[in-house]
C-alpha cells in the first residue's frame, strides 16, 4: 500500500504554482503586445543586422511559396508583398499563440502519456501477458490523469480557438471575409468546432469508460474468491473491443487535435505516428515509476526482469517511432509536391534543433544507451534513458504544434516550462493519488503468480 | 597419442540432467561436454559456461555494413558521378542522405545478419560434409548425455552418477 507523502503533495503543488506562475506572466505580457511595439521591435532587431537579415530573406522566400502554395495561416498571406503592417500583424498574431500552444502543447504531453499507458494497459490483457500483472496498478494510476488531461487538452484548443487552430477562425469560411480560404472552407464539413467538440467528447467518453470499467473488474477481481476469474474474462473482453476502438479513435483524435493547426496539410500515417510517441512516452513512464516504487521497497515482488522488459519495450517502440517518423519525413521529401512539403521546409528552417535534436534523443540515444541486455536491468540507466526519451517526445509534440501556431518566433522559455511544470505538477498529484488508493498488486489476477516468478 | 577414458552418463529426463549437473559440478568433477536432443533452459548457467560474445560481433558487423554502405553510396552518387537524377541534390552526402537511408539500414542489417551466423558456424565447427560428433544416436531424439573425464577414482564417479539417477553408465576409451 502506497500513501500519498507529505512531502510529494508540496512538490506538486510548488510545481503547479510555480508553472501557473510563469506561465501566467508570459501570457499578460504577450497579449499586451500590439502591431505598434511588434514594429519597434522588428526595426529594433533589423538595426541590429543579424535576425533582421534573415528575417527579410525569409520573408521573400514566405512570399514565393504563398505565391504557388497558399500555404498556412489569414495573416501569412501576403508578407512577402506588404512588408509594413501585414507582416508587424503577423508577427503580433505569433507572439499571441505562443503562451496558448505552451499551454496546449505541455496538457497534450501529458494527457498522450495516460493514453498511451491505457493502451498499453489494454493490450498487456488483451495478450494475456504473463510477466507484467505486477505493474497494473502503476499502470491504472497513471491512466487515472486520462480523463482531466483530455479534458483540459479539449479546454484549452477550444479556448484557444484561432490562437492554436487557424480553422476556428470564422473568417475563413466567410466567402465575403479578405481571410477567405478555399482549402479550409473546402474541409469545414470536418474540421468545425462544433463537429470536434463532439468529436473530442465521444473519444474522451470512450477512452474513460474502458479506464473506468477496467479498474472496476480489476478491482473486483481482488476481492473474488479463489478460482473465479468471471471478472478477468470480463476485462479481456472489453481491453479487446477498446484497443479496436482506440486504435480508431486514436487516429481520429491526431488529425483533430494535432494534424488540424495545419490545416492545409495532411498525412496518412500521422495517426500512428502520433501513437508511437505516445505508446513509448507512456511505456517509459511505466518503467520510471516502477522503477521509483521499487526503490521504495514498494514492490518487492517485481525483479530486474520486469525493468529489462519495460527498457526492451522503450528500446523497441522508440526504434519504431523512428521508423514511422523517417517513413513519413522521406516519402514527403522525396517527391518534393510542394503542398506537402512545406510542413518540412518550415521545420527545417525555424526548427533545426529541435527537429534533428529529437531524432537524436529518441533514435539514437535509446538505440546505443539500451541495445546491451545488462544495461537494461540497471535502474539509472534506464531512468536515463527515460528522461531522454521523454524530453524527446515532448519536443516532438512541440515541433508539431509549434511551427503551424509560433512560426520562428519559438523559444523554450517560461511560457513553455511554466506550462511543462503546471501539468507535470498535476499529473505527478492526480497520479500518485490514485495509486495511494489501493493495493499495489493486483493479486486477484490469475496470471499474477507467474508474473512474480517472471525471469528472463 | 594417449588413450583416456571418458564415463557418459545417460539420463532421460532434462530436470534429473539439471540436478546431475549440479551435483557433479558440487563434487568437484569436470563436465566436458553435455549432449542433449533440445535446448535445455539453465543448463548453461548450471554448467558454468561463459556467455556468448555473438551478440557484440553482430553488433560491430553491423558497423561494417553501416561504414561499407555510406562508403559505397558517397562514392558512387556524390564524388564520381555526381549526376541530377530527377532533381536529388548530390552535392553532398547529407543533402541526399535520405534518399540514402534504406540502403544503409539493410546492408547494416545484412552484414550484422550473415556475418554473425558464419562466425557462429566457424567457432562451433559446423560445415557441410563435417563428420557428426554425438557418443550416442540417442542424444537426438529423447537421451542426455554427460560426459566426464574420468581422473583416478572412477567406482567413486560411477557411484555419484547412478545417485543422480543416470539410467546408464558406460566407461569408454576415447582417442585423443
Redesign the interface.
Known amino acids: 500500500m502506497y500513501t500519498l507523502s507529505n512531502r510529494l503533495k508540496i512538490v506538486s503543488l510548488i510545481l503547479i504554482i510555480l508553472g501557473a506562475i510563469m506561465w501566467g506572466t508570459s501570457y499578460y505580457s504577450s497579449h499586451h503586445v500590439t502591431t505598434e511595439d511588434v514594429k519597434t521591435m522588428l526595426a529594433e532587431e533589423a538595426s541590429h543586422g543579424g535576425h533582421g537579415d534573415t528575417h527579410a530573406t525569409e520573408d521573400a522566400h514566405h512570399g514565393e511559396e504563398h505565391a504557388t502554395t497558399s500555404h498556412e495561416n489569414e495573416a501569412h498571406a501576403d508578407a512577402g508583398e506588404h512588408h509594413g503592417d501585414e507582416h508587424a500583424e503577423h508577427v503580433m498574431h505569433q507572439i499571441h499563440n505562443r503562451p496558448w500552444s505552451a499551454l496546449y502543447v505541455a496538457a497534450f504531453f501529458f494527457m498522450m502519456i495516460s493514453l498511451g499507458v491505457l493502451a498499453f494497459y489494454a493490450i498487456q490483457f488483451a495478450a494475456q501477458a504473463g510477466w507484467s500483472p505486477l505493474l497494473f496498478r502503476v499502470m491504472e494510476a497513471i491512466t487515472y490523469y486520462l480523463l482531466p488531461g483530455a479534458l483540459i487538452v479539449l479546454a484549452i484548443a477550444v479556448l484557444a480557438g484561432d490562437h492554436i487552430f487557424v480553422w476556428m477562425n470564422p473568417d475563413m469560411v466567410n466567402p465575403e471575409s479578405a481571410d477567405y480560404d478555399k482549402l479550409v472552407a473546402g474541409k469545414s464539413g470536418w474540421l468545425n468546432k462544433t463537429g470536434f467538440i463532439i468529436r473530442a467528447l465521444i473519444f474522451i467518453g470512450g477512452w474513460s469508460l474502458y479506464r473506468f470499467f477496467a479498474r472496476k473488474f480489476s478491482l473486483a477481481q481482488d476481492e473474488a474468491p479463489e478460482g473465479d476469474i468471471r471478472n478477468f474474462k470480463k476485462s479481456f473482453r472489453i481491453a479487446a473491443a477498446f484497443l479496436v476502438f482506440y486504435i480508431y479513435t486514436e487516429s481520429m483524435m491526431s488529425w483533430d487535435w494535432i494534424m488540424s493547426v495545419d490545416p492545409h496539410w495532411f498525412s496518412t500515417l500521422f495517426g500512428w505516428y502520433v501513437f508511437a510517441s505516445m505508446f513509448v512516452s507512456g511505456i517509459t513512464v511505466i518503467a520510471l515509476m516502477t522503477i521509483y516504487l521499487k526503490s521504495k521497497g514498494l514492490l518487492p515482488a517485481v525483479n530486474d526482469s520486469h525493468i529489462h522488459d519495460l527498457a526492451k519495450f522503450m528500446f523497441g517502440i522508440s526504434i519504431f517511432w523512428t521508423y514511422l517518423w ?1 517513413s513519413q ?2 516519402l514527403i ?2 517527391s ?1 509536391i510542394p503542398e506537402e512539403v512545406t510542413y518540412f521546409v518550415t521545420r527545417i528552417e525555424d526548427y533545426k534543433l529541435p527537429f534533428f535534436g529529437m531524432v537524436a534523443m529518441n533514435f539514437i540515444f535509446p538505440l546505443l544507451l539500451l ?1 546491451n ?1 545488462d544495461y537494461k536491468r540497471i535502474p539509472w540507466f534506464v531512468v536515463m534513458a527515460g528522461i531522454v526519451i521523454l524530453a524527446g517526445h515532448y519536443l516532438d509534440i512541440f515541433n508539431m504544434i509549434m511551427p503551424a501556431t509560433v512560426g520562428d518566433r519559438w523559444f523554450i522559455g517560461m511560457p513553455e516550462i511554466g506550462a511543462i511544470l503546471l501539468f507535470a505538477g498535476l499529473f505527478l498529484l492526480l497520479v500518485f493519488y490514485a495509486l495511494s488508493k489501493e493495493s499495489l498488486t493486483a493479486k486477484g489476477n490469475p496470471f499474477v503468480k507467474e508474473s512474480e516468478h517472471f525471469h528472463y | 597419442m594417449e588413450a583416456s577414458k571418458v564415463i557418459h552418463a545417460i539420463y532421460n529426463d532434462d530436470d534429473v540432467l539439471m540436478h546431475a549437473v549440479k551435483e557433479v559440478r558440487a563434487a568437484k568433477h569436470h563436465i566436458e561436454e553435455v549432449y542433449t536432443p533440445f535446448p535445455v533452459h539453465g543448463l548453461d548457467k548450471a554448467m558454468g559456461l561463459a556467455p556468448t560474445r555473438l551478440a557484440i560481433c553482430a553488433f560491430l558487423y553491423g558497423c561494417v555494413g553501416i561504414t561499407v554502405a555510406t562508403l559505397m553510396m558517397n562514392f558512387i552518387m556524390i564524388e564520381d558521378w555526381p549526376q541530377d537524377i530527377g532533381g536529388k541534390p548530390s552535392f553532398s552526402y547529407l543533402e541526399n542522405l535520405p534518399a540514402f537511408v534504406p540502403i544503409m539500414f539493410e546492408l547494416t542489417v545484412f552484414f550484422a545478419a550473415h556475418l554473425m551466423v558464419i562466425t557462429f558456424y566457424l567457432r562451433s565447427k559446423m560445415w557441410p560434409f563435417k563428420q557428426a560428433e554425438n557418443p550416442d544416436p540417442r542424444t537426438t531424439d529423447d537421451h542426455f548425455l554427460m560426459e566426464i573425464p574420468v581422473q583416478g577414482n572412477e567406482q567413486d564417479l560411477h557411484n555419484l552418477l547412478v545417485k543422480t539417477g543416470a539410467v546408464e553408465i558406460n566407461v569408454v576409451d576415447k582417442a585423443h
Do not use: D, G, Q, T
Request: hydrophobic letters at 60%.
Open positions: 523517417f519525413f522521406m521529401w522525396y518534393n541495445m541486455s
